[in-house]
């Protein structure tokens, strides 16, 4: 009960004109920033911060929601539209997305992708109004061994998710482990193929191969696809609107990702990309047609897009209420609060109830407000597709630089993107798939850490893997996701069978 | 026409020499500084020279525009590199902490603290080392004497990787309390949210910032063994936080941070900078700023800084020889 | 050679590449002396082990349809590897000049590629208002540092 009179004062503050126009600003700001290759939420927020002086904690808390919310909103609308995201959590906007756009459906891919941000969003608020601080306790008993079995889980949903040839799914998966191992080994300090090169032992951001296959791994395919005039600009464009069917197929998939995309951001540094990894090769596996999907199936971009802003919100958790940034850009937010005088833990929600609870409903408000941003900006962004793409590919180019530059001001990453370019664009050649070696990157430094921890901690110990209820779950659920498509296959072959 | 575009070209001509020159005359600092934080946006590095900035903008000691550049990688190194090559600069101010030092020992980085200008001491953090409410280990003795009977027996975990800051603070107590095989005792690395790691159980002890885990202190959900100052800092329940020092372990580390210039700064520039920084620290937003930020003062001129940081070095080495990690 | 015939061979090359690097990197200090090389060394011979897979697969279906080892070139090739040369001048350039007068060169060329020499006009359009502005909206109102051009303002 006090949590909801907490709630009401919340949203009494955070409904006050002034802060809503806040919270507008922020997710407008968010949006372009987050639309712009390399620029993700976490620069969006700390290019604010310094707003945070002036404004005061509680608009300026507001304000940098909404940046944190609009940037995830904006990721997905570069991926959809020039195959490029704009921060890690929109990757997989682009597997159906972008598909989507070259069927001339783009209209209906950035709809359902501002409705499924918004419905993931208002689901993940009203979980965590309820259950933020048993959430947060509860994901304390993940250790490094259920960390490393989450990792392999994610890993071998996505590369069982690779079509027709196993074994260049696995090249591509070991091929993205490699890349991950380079850099500082942090178990032991030891240095791993950097080569002598200072800018390499931090490893190489997973960014830099992200925007290289996609964007520039885009750009050397359309050369074809220009001179032999498959490839035009759109001339037409609907309104940015779903149809019935739509609606109907991409509903349930929103619904299930959205509290699922919840769970893995509030674990500290699973992440949005993760979640909209693993929500989507979730509904690849429970749909009818999983042909259908990397083709442009709506439901594609739908699950991501609700898991990704639901972990956006999930995130927050660990940040309030003990203080533990789950991402880069918490951490950004934290460094805003410390500054701010407000120390995050589990103190906060008692000593500064007010600004806190403004604060989630600042993230109610954001999302409805977004998404009625969104819409009408969607529709003038789809115009970007009217440009010849004899001229857009160049601009792309140059937007896949200047992202690159801006991640970590490195020229090194220059020659990284155009070396991974040349990668993304053999592999596309060779039909190995993309998404196992970028899932790998992302999580392969990760993955061998948390078994390194782990093994450390049980003095050795193997068993320490299967040595908790949630190690052993994410085990079977490991199992299932490798066994259960063989299955499934089989079972629909007897059917088949059996009809004729 | 032809005179037209001909009396333009020249009077940009004229412009251009007038511009050159006027930077060239007058005043130190002329022209925009180049204040670079040498991690990324949001980090302590960050904050620290952004705070700085921004007091010395309020409080009216420096006039000219003062932007900040993040110049991130390879623990502050590649920008270490980068002022190597503009050894005589004298618009360029940076920051550093431990790491300045640590990452020339570790062999990340061919230059150190020898190779840069510094100018002042601000501002310290302390080490904490915090364990789960129901652990047994109520003092730093305590965790010492089991890592005495079973060097295997305690897990320490950080933030930091292996051979760098977390580890290294709770490797100068291991030592002081007498524990011979350094090398033994087992250090967990993790990347973030190693406070989330202690809570849940996974690891024994937990060595971290004080402004890490205050708040987890201060609702209970962690207890602090000891803080690494060599007085008590903080207010509150931080403030009762006992030193090692107090518990019969001889030894301190501070997390300092300062700011330095390039290695060949020029004198009178080196000359201002000692002289603004050492009033900075004494105007009344400067401690508002350590106020909230939780930073504890720990001003020092340049000379004394330099000699300071010698003196650390040696204590780093030692450390990280033991342990067999020493490349430098 | 087909093109999957050229990947495995070149997964194969990795895998042993990796495989011996991975053998030869230095030992831990503290903890397990070999336990950076593991986790490396187990990719290096997986990697191995699948472009073997993929070799003799692939070899077995060249087997089966005989004489139809066509090879797919991109004609786009060379356009394609200009596009990687202008690139790394790109960032060679990036630095030394200053993001506005680098990234005017990279697209004039990209462009050139693109859209043809005889469009040139519309070509030093596009690069010049990109690279202005996308300076000012980075460096200006987001404050993303980005290279200047040494004596000119921007």
């Known amino acids: ?500 | 026409m032809k005179r037209l575009v001909m009396v333009v070209l020249v009077a940009l001509a004229a412009m251009g020499v007038a511009f050159a020159s006027g930077q060239g005359e007058g005043e130190y600092p002329r022209g925009a500084l180049d204040f670079v934080a040498p991690g990324g946006a949001g980090g302590g590095w960050d904050l620290t020279i952004r705070t700085t900035a921004r007091v010395l903008a309020e409080s009216g000691l420096v006039n000219a525009p003062m932007p900040v550049r993040n110049n991130p990688g390879a623990g502050g190194s590649v920008h270490l590199a980068s002022l190597q090559e503009k050894p005589e600069a004298d618009d360029i101010i940076t920051v550093y902490s431990p790491p300045l030092i640590l990452t020339q020992l570790a062999g990340t980085s061919e230059f150190g603290y020898e190779d840069v200008t510094p100018l002042a001491r601000l501002i310290a953090d302390y080490a904490v080392f915090v364990v789960k409410d129901d652990s047994p280990y109520r003092t730093m003795t305590d965790v010492m004497e089991a890592l005495q009977a079973d060097i295997k027996g305690v897990k320490i975990g950080g933030n930091s990787s292996a051979g760098s800051m977390d580890h290294l603070q709770f490797l100068i107590m291991a030592k002081a309390a007498g524990i011979t095989d350094l090398r033994e005792i087992d250090y967990v690395s993790f990347d973030e949210g190693g406070s989330a790691m202690v809570m849940g159980g996974h690891i024994d002890i937990f060595s971290t910032g004080l402004s890490e885990v205050r708040g987890l202190i201060e609702s209970g959900d962690l207890r602090a063994l000891a803080q690494s100052a060599p007085h008590r800092v903080g207010e509150g329940i931080v403030g009762a936080i006992p030193t090692a020092m107090e518990q019969g372990i001889d030894a301190t580390f501070v997390n300092w941070r300062g700011l330095f210039g390039p290695p060949a700064m020029p004198e009178y520039a080196v000359q201002f900078w000692r002289e603004t920084l050492a009033s900075m620290v004494e105007t009344p937003e400067w401690e508002e700023a350590r106020r909230t930020n939780g930073w504890d003062d720990a001003y020092m001129d340049g000379p004394e800084f330099n000699e300071f940081l010698s003196q650390v070095d040696q204590e780093y080495r030692g450390i990280l020889s033991e342990i067999g990690m020493l490349a430098n | 050679m087909t093109i999957t015939m050229i990947s495995g061979v070149m997964a194969l090359g990795i895998g042993i590449t990796f495989t011996i690097m991975a053998f030869r990197l230095p030992d831990a200090s503290i903890g397990i002396p070999f336990a950076p090389r593991v986790f490396p060394a187990g990719l290096g011979i997986l990697m191995t082990t699948l472009a073997i897979l993929q070799i003799a697969k692939e070899t077995i279906r060249i087997g089966q349809t005989e004489g139809s080892t066509t090879r797919d070139r991109d004609p786009y090739m060379r356009k394609i590897l200009l596009s990687c040369v202008f690139a790394f001048v790109y960032a060679m350039l990036f630095e030394r000049i200053g993001y506005v007068l680098s990234t005017i060169f990279f697209l004039e060329t990209e462009l050139w590629l693109f859209n043809g020499r005889e469009n040139w006009k519309t070509n030093t359009l596009v690069a010049v208002i990109f690279s202005v502005a996308v300076y000012v909206l980075f460096s200006q109102a987001l404050g993303v540092y980005l290279p200047r051009t040494p004596g000119i303002w921007i």
Not at chain 1, 9 to 35: D, K
Not at chain 1, 112 to 130: L, P, V
Not at chain 1, 360 to 369: V, Y
């Open chain 1, 1 to 500: 009960m006090e949590t909801l009179t907490f709630l009401f004062e919340g949203l009494s503050i955070a409904i006050q004109p002034l802060n809503l126009m806040w919270v507008t600003i922020g997710g407008i700001l968010g949006t372009l920033i987050g639309m712009l290759p390399g620029l993700g939420p976490a620069t969006g927020v700390a290019v604010l911060l310094p707003m945070t002086f002036v404004l005061g904690p509680q608009a300026s808390l507001i304000t940098m929601a909404g940046v944190y919310y609009g940037a995830m909103y904006g990721g997905s609308r570069s991926s959809i539209l020039i195959n490029t995201p704009g921060a890690g959590a929109a990757v997989a906007a682009t597997f159906d997305g972008y598909p989507m756009t070259l069927k001339g459906r783009a209209e209906a891919a950035l709809a359902i992708s501002a409705i499924a941000s918004f419905i993931g969003g208002i689901i993940a608020t009203i979980i965590m109004i309820a259950v933020a601080l048993p959430v947060a306790r509860f994901a304390l008993h993940f250790g490094p061994a259920e960390y490393f079995m989450l990792f392999v889980f994610a890993l071998s949903a996505t590369a069982s998710m690779s079509k027709g040839d196993t074994i260049k799914g696995f090249i591509a998966t070991v091929l993205g482990l490699m890349i991950s191992s380079i850099g500082i080994d942090g178990q032991s300090g030891v240095k791993r193929f950097t080569f002598g090169v200072l800018e390499l032992e931090a490893g190489i951001d997973f960014l830099v191969v992200i925007i290289a296959v996609y964007a520039l791994g885009e750009v050397f395919k359309s050369f074809r696809g220009i001179a032999e005039g498959t490839k035009k600009a759109q001339t037409k464009f609907g309104r940015i609107w779903i149809t019935r069917e739509d609606w109907r197929r991409s509903m349930w998939p929103i619904l299930r990702s959205a509290p699922f995309g919840f769970f893995i951001g509030a674990l500290p540094g699973a992440g949005g990309t993760m979640a909209a990894l693993l929500s989507y090769s979730n509904e690849r596996q429970l749909s009818k047609h999983p042909e259908e999907f990397g083709e442009g199936a709506i439901e594609g971009v739908a699950a991501p897009e609700s898991a990704n802003n639901a972990a956006s919100v999930g995130a927050m958790i660990p940040m309030l209420t003990l203080g533990i940034p789950g991402s880069g850009t918490t951490a950004v937010m934290m460094g805003a609060l410390l500054m701010l005088g407000l120390q995050p833990g589990p103190m906060l929600f008692q000593q500064q109830s007010t600004i806190v609870w403004t604060l989630i409903a600042s993230m109610f408000f954001g999302n409805i407000i977004l998404a009625f941003v969104n819409i009408p900006m969607a529709g003038a962004l789809v115009r970007v597709l009217a440009v010849p793409p004899k001229i857009l590919y160049p601009i792309v180019m140059g937007l896949a630089f200047v992202g690159t530059f801006a991640i970590s001001y490195s020229l090194v990453d220059f020659y990284l993107l155009i070396i991974f370019g040349i990668v993304g664009f053999f592999m596309a050649k060779a039909q190995i798939p993309t998404t196992p070696l970028i899932l790998a990157v992302i999580v392969g430094n990760s993955m061998e850490q948390s078994f390194r921890r782990a093994y450390t901690i049980a003095d050795g110990d193997l068993g320490i893997f299967f040595g908790s209820p949630l190690a052993i779950t994410l085990f079977v659920l490991t199992a299932l996701s490798i066994f259960g498509p063989m299955v499934a296959n089989a079972v629909r072959a007897r059917r088949a069978v059996q009809a004729a």
